[in-house]
């Protein structure tokens, strides 16, 4: 039986609280938050205690424009991980955002761990 929309987004936010209630980001080792929309795809960096934003990059910017998606996110995966090296952090705590670590959030990671962040 096929779900409607309504029930995934229910699924997904349901996958996203429970992620969320074991981790947590620290000035030291933020949070790197992923959100994945049908077009684009966006990365930040989140001090949870503090709450606000250590840096952040997306598909919309100057500079990430390559021919699939998958490659559009490991280039913001990159880009992320260099706006992180320029804030002096090298350890993130990953957060999938409930989406399965596959295809362009599987290719983000990669991404942030060539730029040089560890997780």
Known sequence: ??????????????IRKSIREDMMGTSVRPRLSVYRSNKYIYA???DDFAGHTLASASS??????E??????SRAVGELIAERAQEED???VVFDRGGYQYHGRVE???EGAREGGLDF
């Open 60 to 65: 919309l910017e100057d500079g990430v424009d």
């Open 67 to 72: 021919d699939s998606p998958v490659a559009e």
């Open 107 to 109: 290719a983000l990671a």
């Open 89 to 91: 952090i090298d350890e």
């Open 1 to 14: 039986m096929p779900k409607g929309k309504a029930e995934k987004v229910q699924r997904r936010k349901r």
């Open 44 to 46: 930040q960096l989140i």
